[in-house]
């Protein structure tokens, strides 16, 4: 069975600090792995990192992919309280799983 | 706004009740996938529907099922309810299937069923 785990489960930080999320998957068959950004409803997709696109970069977001050590971390630099919100990574093609989520916090 | 939109935005009714949930996708997305997420199982596939076709399925209830129609939008239908059936259904939609490669899914709003 496909499985997702993130870590931390929650945390807190001050506006200005560098954040990293952690997602680590086992999964059969590797199509893909997407981050998404849930605050009050609606999963905002974020990035999706495949074989052929490990590394992606929006702004103050980015993300990397090892497919060989089977995680993939998000960063977060200088945050901002617009960034609360709880961080999902998702894994699959069609089917995706999800791991619990990192509830971000970031204070002013 | 990611162009999926769910109706209603929020439904309450009673234990054995039957509802129905409506989704359309983003214009030229051909895939629909519907999730359920609740505080204990967090965000669960249950079917995704490609071109009007019953594409894969999740742990979806044999008491749930779902259609897509010609013109793509989607409709889940909940019958017999119960009490741990409340939680957050969204709608999802991609241009493709997915089932090749990696594939992007948009969320739409979400419909929050509450059963009494």
């Known amino acids: 069975e496909d499985k997702v785990v993130q870590s931390p489960l929650s945390l807190v930080v001050h506006e200005g600090d560098t954040v990293t999320l952690n997602c680590s998957y086992e999964?059969?068959?590797?199509?893909?792995l997407l981050w998404y950004k849930q605050e009050k409803k609606a999963p905002t997709f974020l990035f999706m990192l495949?074989?052929?696109?490990i590394e992606k970069k929006s702004g103050r977001l980015s993300s990397i992919l090892d497919k060989k050590e089977l995680f993939s971390i998000l960063n977060i630099t200088a945050t901002q309280t617009g960034d609360s919100a709880v961080y999902l990574c998702?894994?699959?093609?069609?089917?995706?799983?999800f791991g619990a989520g990192t509830i971000l916090r970031v204070k002013s | 706004d990611s162009g999926v939109t769910q109706t209603p935005k929020h439904l309450i009714t009673a234990t054995g009740q039957r509802v129905t949930l409506r989704c359309s996708p983003r214009?030229?997305?051909?895939?629909v996938y519907w999730y359920q997420q609740s505080l204990d199982q967090g965000l669960q596939f249950l079917i995704q529907?490609?071109?009007?076709?019953?594409?894969a399925k999740g742990n979806i209830l044999e008491r749930f099922s779902a259609q897509q129609f010609p013109d793509l939008h989607s409709e889940l239908n909940l019958s017999s309810l119960e009490l741990g059936d409340s939680a957050l259904y969204f709608c999802?939609?991609?241009?493709?299937?997915?089932?090749?490669?990696?594939?992007?899914?948009?969320f739409g709003p979400g419909t929050r069923l509450t059963v009494l």
């Open positions: 214009s030229g997305d051909l895939s």
């Open positions: 999964v059969t068959n590797f199509r893909s």
């Open positions: 999802a939609s991609s241009v493709h299937s997915g089932t090749s490669g990696g594939n992007e899914q948009f």
């Open positions: 529907y490609y071109n009007g076709e019953e594409r």
């Open positions: 495949t074989s052929s696109g």
């Open positions: 998702a894994v699959g093609g069609n089917k995706l799983v």
